[in-house]
Structure formats: C-alpha cells, structure tokens
C-alpha cells in the first residue's frame, strides 16, 4: 500500500527509492519458489495421509474414539504448535538445511506409521510426521519470501497453492491406495518424502547462499526505512485482528472443506461421486483464488484485498443454503475463490508488521491456520448432530462479518505497488 498517513505516536516514514524497489520486483527467483510449490504439494498430501488411516487403524487395533482423538492430539500438536517456536528460532540461527531435516521427519514417521504394530508407536508415528510439517513450513516461507524479489504476495501465493493442491489430492491417493491396500501402503509414499528431500536439498544451496541473518538494529533499520515504526501495543493488537479474520475465513472454509459433500448429498439427493465433483470445484476455486489474492495483492496492497476476501464472500456465502443445486455450486467455487485470496495477504502483512520475524509470523500462521481448521471443523460437527447439516451453512456466515475488523489495521506501507 501506499498510504503512509500515520497515527499519533508513529515516527516519520521514509519510502524506499522506486528504482530500487523496480530491480528488486524483477529478481524473483521463480525456480525456488516453484520447488517450495511442489514440496509444499508432496508435504501436505503426506500430512493428509494420517486421518484417512483412522478407519484402518481402528478396525485393525480395536481403538476407541476417544484413542482415535489422541492420534490427531499428537499429530497436530506437533504440526501446530511447534512451528512457532521453529520459526523463533531460526529466526536468530537460521539453517538451510533444516527443511531437508524436517522432511526426514516425515520419512521417519510415515516408515513408522507403516509397520507400527501398537498404539503408543502409532502415536509416535504421527507425531514425527506433524514434526516434520512444523519444521517445513515456516522455513520455506522464509525463503519463498527470500525469493520473492519484492513480489511477496506473488510468492506467497504460488507456494501457498502448492499445499492446497497437495491437501487435495491426498484424500483421492488415499481412497485409491491406502484404503485398499491398508496400512502398509503408506510405505510407498516415503518415496515422495525423498523426492523431497532431494529437492530441498538443493533449495538449501540457494538459502545458504544468500541467508542474511539480520541484526536487532539491523531490523530497526529496515523498520525505518520502509514500515511505519509501531508501539508493541498496536503491533501486539494488529496480529489479534489478523488471527480474528483467519478465524472466520478458516471456520467457514471448514464448513465447506469437511461437510460439503454431507450436505449435498442430504440436500439434493446426489450420488458420492457428484458430490465429489463438487467438492473438486470448490477446492479448483481455492487455488484460483490463492494465486489472485497474491498477485493482487503485490499491486494495491493488503488491506484492500483483505476487506475483499472476508466481507466479499459474504453475500454470496448467505444465498447458498437457499439455492439450487447448480447455483450451490456456482455460489460455492465464487466464496472459494474470494475467501482464499486472503491468505497470502494477511501472511505478507503480518511479515511487514514485524520485519526480521519472518519464520514466527509464518510459523505462528500457519500453525494458527492449521489449527483453527481443526477446531472449527469439530465445533460444526456438534452443531451438525445438533441441528442439521443445513443449519451450518445458514449461521456460519455470519462469522465473516469479522471481516470489519479489517478498518482498525494500521495503515503502514506493506509491499509497495509494482509498476503496472
């Protein structure tokens, strides 16, 4: 954005030179950003793998719900919680070559997974491979962000998509080789944990290369160079609103993600496989609206695509429980898109919110992101049971309007305009 109008108590902002910034946008290194991409595909289609063995391992090993729970406490309490803390810490010590030892994690883990043959090595399994997820993602934003060559959204976005893909395609492997074949199939898949391995390897040459550990005073400089110098209380509050908006996007996206295909198939009577399709859509529209939001983002800042994805799906998301089965449909890929576009932007914004903490702001995000679909994905499942599959779709809506929450983000430059 351009706007530097600040509030009382903000120190004086100085912009960067538009020829510098210029050179910068052209040197984004797309080969480490599309090998993030297609780590980030391999990485999440793995992570996907664990919830479609629960049927598997509940039959096999006579486990409760309630064991079955414990599994995916272990899984996402690794994969959710530690990233922060990852992010921290290469934060001050970075290590280029730790995605190539987080993937070894998931190695380990999935190699487990496939010949565990009790329930406390079934629990260890799963929470290796939410290690090795905590470890990939805040580093590789880190250096997508490297990468970007003042493109952040761009960059963000193209690596973001990467992981929907991957967290698409997973379910549709599982359906065909691990339900099937059961629970030592997943050992076929420690050869895209390798293929990974191979890939990031070489990223870790390139990060190597131009790692900059920055100074505390060297942050205070980029601060004043191009951020609005904020009080700990209004950065401390800006993050608050950036959860909030995750909040609402990532709750109602649960809604469509985990309960789509029930509800059309209470609904409308469709056969699976219709249903399916639809789901496919919906998840085509994420990925559409993922590589907008970021590219959009680039050129007329965040806020405005931020008050775009969550207040503009809105409307849209209230006349889907009321329509026909085509224009459900149609609604439900438009709010796709629409809603995926923030992501990127509220990652990129968050990032400029606190230069030099860029593996915490996107440990913290995705850990954040990861964890809110969970939870929300369980709330609505209660009030499913409770009310109805079509009761979800009529009240949670409502949730976006915390998108106006957006109007009291400080209105510091983020990533300047590019050039058209």
């Known amino acids: 954005m351009t706007d530097n109008t600040m509030a009382a108590g903000d120190a004086p902002v100085s912009t960067p030179a538009a020829p510098a910034l210029s050179a910068s946008a052209n040197n984004t290194t797309f080969a480490v950003i599309l090998s993030l991409s297609f780590c980030h595909l391999l990485n999440d289609m793995m992570q996907s793998l664990v919830p479609a063995l629960y049927p598997i391992l509940k039959d096999s090993y006579a486990l409760s719900f309630g064991q079955i729970g414990f599994i995916t406490l272990a899984f996402q309490c690794t994969a959710s919680m530690l990233q922060p803390l990852v992010g921290m810490y290469t934060d001050r010590k970075p290590q280029p070559y730790s995605l190539v030892v987080g993937m070894g994690f998931t190695l380990v883990g999935l190699l487990l997974m496939s010949h565990a043959n009790s329930y406390p090595l079934i629990l260890l399994a799963a929470a290796l491979i939410g290690m090795g997820s905590s470890v990939f993602h805040p580093e590789a934003s880190r250096v997508a962000r490297m990468a970007a060559g003042g493109r952040y959204g761009l960059a963000q976005s193209l690596f973001q998509v990467g992981g929907n893909m991957g967290s698409a395609a997973g379910p549709l492997l599982a359906a065909f080789i691990v339900v099937p074949r059961g629970q030592e ?26 790692r900059h550990t920055p100074k505390p005073t060297a942050r205070k400089a980029t601060a004043a160079a191009g951020h609005v110098t904020l009080s700990r209380a209004r950065v401390g509050v800006a993050v608050a609103i950036l959860v909030a908006l995750l909040f609402s996007k990532n709750v109602y996206s649960a809604s469509l993600g985990s309960y789509f295909t029930f509800y059309l198939i209470e609904k409308f009577g469709v056969e699976v496989q219709t249903a399916q399709l639809f789901l496919f859509a919906f998840l085509v529209g994420i990925v559409a609206g993922t590589i907008l939001g970021g590219v959009v983002g680039d050129r007329v800042g965040r806020i405005p695509v931020m008050w775009f994805s969550i207040l503009g799906a809105l409307p849209f998301a209230l006349m889907l429980p009321y329509a026909s089965l085509f224009w459900t449909g149609i609604l439900a890929v438009v709010v796709a898109i629409i809603m995926a576009s923030a992501f990127s932007a509220i990652l990129v914004y968050a990032q400029d919110l606190l230069p030099g903490r860029v593996g915490l702001v ?59």
Do not use: C
Not at 185 to 210: D, E, N, P, R, T
Not at 382 to 406: N, Q, R, S, W
């Open 185 to 210: 199939s997943i050992v076929w898949f420690s050869g895209a944990a390798l293929i990974a391995m191979i890939v990031l390897f070489q990223v870790g040459h390139w990060y190597k290369a131009h």
């Open 362 to 420: 996107a440990g913290m995000f995705f850990g954040v992101s990861f964890g809110l679909g969970g939870l929300g994905a369980a709330a609505l499942g209660e009030i499913a049971d409770h009310a109805g599959i079509e009761a979800v779709y009529k009240v949670t809506p409502f949730l976006l309007l915390l998108g106006l929450l957006t109007a009291f983000l400080p209105k510091h430059p983020s990533a300047p305009k590019l050039p058209a």
